[in-house]
């Protein structure tokens, strides 16, 4: 059985944006909403998903989010 990887982007009203890859995207974006985790996120409220894409290959996802972050 193969895993799908995500690479998300979320943000905030005040359009500051997140780019991340994650295994389970329902979760994330539950753990970006709720600010469960303390940090960049959290503090400035990105907390919308705006856009993600999937794949089955762990290196293609952080590729990608590399790409999207430059």
């Known amino acids: 059985m193969s895993r799908t990887y995500y690479v998300y982007i979320v943000a905030s009203i005040s359009r500051v944006v997140y780019i991340g890859v994650t295994n389970n995207l329902v979760r994330r974006v539950h753990e970006h909403k709720q600010g469960l985790v303390a940090g ?13 894409e999937e794949t089955t290959d762990v290196r293609v996802a952080i590729e990608r989010e590399k790409q999207l972050k430059t």
């Open 40 to 52: 960049f996120t959290k503090r400035y409220q990105v907390d919308r998903l705006v856009y993600f």
